[in-house]
């Protein structure tokens, strides 16, 4: 199992590419054809200027989870944003049993909060920029 182990950084590294991906595959089209997404954010209870929100959040939290920056508070923010389509679209709680209405958004949900909770891995930006702030600074010893 110690292979298993051994392949944590590229396992990472491909779900933060995967989610990112289709992450900014969905959020894409709500900037670019936002008259076509309004309609069914406003049916769905939501004001007409989430569409901007999810779009953004999409685009820019999926680029995010590819390059490997702020991937915790990406991944945190976009699995919020799926617990709120799961709850306000696919309206999970009504009908629990209807896996197929909701087993996508689902799956989004779940692994941006396992990257949320895990991190992005050694190979990531955030490894490269926040490798020096988690080394233990060396205090000079004290001279008498």
């Given amino acids: 199992m110690s292979i298993l182990e051994k392949l944590k950084p590229l ?8 989610l990112g991906v289709i992450f900014i595959s969905h959020g894409y089209p709500k ?15 939501f ?16 680029a995010m989870l590819i390059v490997g920056l ?12 799926m617990g709120i389509g799961l709850w306000k679209v696919h309206m999970l709680l ?18 941006a909060f396992v990257l949320a909770t895990v991190g992005a891995g050694i190979i990531s930006i955030d490894q490269l920029v926040f490798r020096e ?9 004290d001279r008498d």
């Fill in 11 to 18: 396992a990472l590294l491909i779900m933060r590419f995967t």
């Fill in 31 to 45: 900037l670019i054809r936002t008259r076509e997404a309004m309609p069914f954010f406003i049916h769905s209870g």
């Fill in 47 to 62: 004001p007409s200027y989430f569409v901007y929100i999810a779009g953004i959040l999409e685009v820019f939290g999926g």
């Fill in 70 to 81: 702020f991937t915790r508070i990406a991944a945190f923010l976009l699995s919020c944003e």
């Fill in 94 to 111: 009504s009908n629990p049993m209807a896996v197929d209405n909701y087993q996508f958004p689902l799956a989004l949900a779940a692994g």
């Fill in 133 to 141: 702030a988690k080394r233990p600074t060396r205090r000079p010893k």
